[in-house]
Every structure is written in C-alpha cells, then in structure tokens.
C-alpha cells in the first residue's frame, strides 16, 4: 500500500443502501462484508457507536451509520450487513441496511456534491454520481469519524 490517497474514482465502489438512498465507498478502503452479529456494548461511548464485534480473532468498534447521520434508528433484519472499513491504520464496522453491489464507475460521472442532499450533512460526502437512473452519494471516511472519534474507537479496540 502507497501512501496516494485513494480516491474513489479508483473505479470501483461498493454501493451500500440507508433507508431509500444509496452510498456508496470506494473498494479499496473495504475490507469485508459482514452480516449482523452479536455486538458487545461498550459503556462511555458516542451513541452511534454501537460496541465491537470479535471477527476473526480482531476487535473491531462497530458503527451505526443510520444514527451517526440522524437517520431514525431501525430494527436490524435479514438484509443489515456490517460494511468493515480501513482508514486510519484501523478497522471500523460500519452498520448500514443492506449492501447492494459492487460496480464501475467512471470518474466523469462524479458531481461536487450540491449544498444538501436528502437526510446526510453535506460534510461527510466526497461527491455524487449519477449512473443511469441511479443517484450515488460518495462518502469520504475521513469525515465519517472526526480523529477524536477514531481515537475514542482506538481506546475501545484497546
């Protein structure tokens, strides 16, 4: 691994689902799909942050997304995955409703992203992409967690 920072034009994008919108991030920072488990509570964290899992061996702090955007929180179901991704030298679970592809796309379909978009703070997003009928918002990892954040997850993988 170079020390370029990937950027999601990298091609491919794993497309993931929050209630009716599509994310999507870029594979490369995409470590697994998970789907639900038991997740253990961590007491004295933010309130999105649900607790860690034990996958394979590794501790790893698991996120709600839903909540971390102020997204109503809902019941996990047959389609919730566990989205773990790198930045950051870490791993972090991110809980979103359902993962639903992997595709290309080319890098002239992203958009700056306009002032607000649907539910999501305009701060988290890299852009968007339109592809089809399709409207993808482009998270950026490093503004999902604040490095307070990451530090706080990092005290917990302890």
Request: cysteine-free; aromatic content about 6%.
């Amino acid at each position: 691994m170079g020390m370029k920072q990937e950027t999601i034009a990298d091609s491919k994008v794993i497309v993931f689902q929050l209630k009716e919108e599509e994310y999507a991030v870029s594979v490369h920072q995409v470590g697994s799909i998970e789907r639900i488990q038991p997740i253990t509570r961590v007491p004295r964290t933010a309130d999105f942050v649900k607790g860690v899992i034990n996958l394979r061996g590794v501790v790893i702090p698991i996120i709600d997304l839903r909540l971390r955007f102020g997204i109503e929180e809902s019941e996990f179901s047959d389609s919730t995955r566990i989205i773990i991704v790198y930045f950051d030298d870490m791993e972090t679970g991110l809980i979103v409703d359902a993962a639903n592809d992997v595709i290309d796309f080319p890098e002239n379909a992203i958009e700056p992203p306009p002032a607000v978009i649907g539910t999501v703070d305009v701060d988290y997003i890299e852009g968007v992409a339109k592809l089809e009928d399709r409207l993808l918002i482009l998270l950026d990892l490093q503004k999902v967690l604040t490095r307070e954040e990451v530090n706080e997850l990092k005290a917990v993988e302890g």
